[in-house]
């Protein structure tokens, strides 16, 4: 087949694909082909046996999502998505059932952390891919991160926008969430959080 036939059948419905991708959408690509298009710019090579047609655009969240499945986008990266932080962060952080992995596409990070089955929960479908709550993504950050959240000091330096969390965080509803990861020490540094915010 010609490249345009690939480009025209599914870069609106599948920028990022997969060789099963293409098998799937009823088109016959050998890999030589793909390297072919890739070579002469038409294709990029993602990690994991993925493809994105150059010309589409496709956001980094996006790309997370489908360099590693099943994957949600958490931690730092979604609280900045969801305007609860200050700085930008440098790496796309996420979370995911397989297992920890930095991957690296061109000049973009994207970290993926391991979290077991029961807790891989609390994330939207935001503008096509997938992505925490603010709260899902809080309990996240301080459940993977443990030593980082432990008192006054670090609270600071994590460079939170305190006052809206103080008045739009849901923390009924993120005690509930921490609830699911049955682990104590969680809890209690989510309460001294709790107790900072509202000092």
Do not use: C
Not at 77 to 94: G, K
Not at 145 to 163: C, L
Not at 190 to 198: A, G, P, S, T
């Amino acid at each position: 087949m010609i490249y345009l036939e690939l480009e025209n059948g599914l870069i609106k419905q599948k920028p990022v694909f997969s060789l099963r991708d293409i098998e799937n959408a009823g088109f016959k690509v050998y890999p030589y082909q793909l390297n072919l298009w890739t070579k002469k710019g038409y294709l990029k090579k993602l990690k994991g046996g993925f493809y994105m047609f150059s010309k589409a655009k496709v956001s980094n969240e996006v790309i997370a999502n489908y360099l590693k499945q099943p994957s949600y986008v958490s931690l730092e990266y979604a609280l900045y998505l969801h305007n609860y932080t200050v700085d930008i962060p440098f790496q796309i952080t996420s979370v995911t059932t397989k297992n920890t992995a930095r991957i690296q596409v061109e000049n973009n990070i994207f970290i993926y952390y391991h979290v077991k089955p029961s807790v891989f929960n609390g994330f939207i479908n935001n503008d096509n891919f997938f992505v925490a709550t603010a709260e899902k993504a809080l309990v996240d950050l301080f459940y993977l991160h443990p030593k980082k959240f432990n008192n006054d000091e670090d609270f600071v330096e994590a460079r939170f926008h305190e006052e809206m969390m103080k008045e739009k965080l849901d923390w009924v509803g993120l005690f509930h969430i921490a609830q699911l990861y049955n682990n104590k020490s969680l809890l209690r540094r989510l309460e001294l959080f709790q107790k900072y915010i509202f000092n």
